[in-house]
């Protein structure tokens, strides 16, 4: 039994009970979506074909950002290759680093509530967040959706974010492409990773077949556990763009 202040050591209980470790974006919280919100509401363009999306119900455009085939929903809507990738991909970190209302107004995905358990239950282990660039304000995002729960932000080079983790570290991923990597990077750990098994740019296909087989990698690797997990739930995204909407948003400049 678990008494009032105590802390539950999940190291000692739990396979990857040592630690977590959360992809940001699409795991944390879906801050790519709301930048195509943003374009919508403020009818701002950037010269791409927005109006594949700016009438879609509320529920469809959630669909389609889940099913979306590219991380970047912008190299989605260019469907007619006006910019390259690395054009779009840098386009979309101006538009989602110009304005911190960006994070502020994307609701915490499904870790929330895992997160609001490990506060309840007196749980003691280290929470990494990271992101494959840096972007500042992440980690002030992380600690007001996350209080009392001390969080480290770390970027850049998985490789070495992954050294800040012990051995039996829970891994939680949104990019089929980071978990292959990763999976490599922790041989011969005991660690555990998951995949977000929603999101379509993870698939060879419309969300059948993975881009990796995650048993042969788990073949590979063999005390690295490997599975999915499920990282959103439509209908609390529908029912936060639904309450922005009704607060009338918050204005945002895209075109920084």
């Known amino acids: 039994m678990i008494t009032e202040g105590k802390l539950f050591d999940t190291n000692i209980f739990f396979s990857g009970g040592a630690g977590m470790f959360l992809q940001y974006h699409d795991i944390v919280k879906p801050v790519y979506l709301y930048a195509i919100i943003k374009m919508i509401l403020t009818k701002t363009s950037l010269g791409l074909p927005i109006e594949i999306v700016d009438r879609m119900s509320i529920f469809s ?25 690395e054009e779009l991909d840098n386009l979309l970190f101006k538009i989602i680093t110009s304005d911190t209302s960006l994070y502020k107004i994307s609701p915490g995905l499904n870790i929330r509530l895992m997160l609001d358990m490990y506060k ?10 990271y992101s494959e660039n840096e972007e500042p304000y992440i ?12 969080i480290r932000y770390l970027y850049g080079d998985l490789k070495t974010a992954v050294t800040k983790c012990d051995q039996n570290f ?24 998951l ?21 042969d990698l788990v073949q590979a690797h ?12 439509p209908s609390r995204l529908a029912v936060a763009f639904g309450q922005i909407l009704q607060q009338g948003g918050e204005t945002v400049d895209v075109t920084n």
């Not at 980690?139 to 001390?150: A, T, V």
């Not at 829970?170 to 005991?190: A, F």
């Open 61 to 85: 455009l959630i669909e389609w950002y889940i099913k979306r085939r590219y991380i970047n929903p912008l190299r989605c809507l260019d469907y007619r290759k006006i910019l390259d990738g």
């Open 120 to 129: 309840k239950h007196h749980m003691s282990f280290p929470v990494y967040v």
């Open 170 to 193: 829970t891994y939680i991923l949104s990019n089929i492409e980071l978990v292959k990597d990763l999976c490599k990077i922790l041989t011969g750990t005991c660690s555990h990773v």
């Open 222 to 233: 063999p005390f690295v556990r490997i599975g999915t997990t499920l990282a959103t739930h």
């Open 139 to 150: 980690l002030e995002d992380c600690k007001r959706i996350f209080p009392g729960i001390s």
């Open 195 to 215: 995949l977000a098994r929603e999101y379509r740019y993870n698939y060879k296909d419309h969300c059948q077949t993975f881009k990796y087989n995650l048993y």
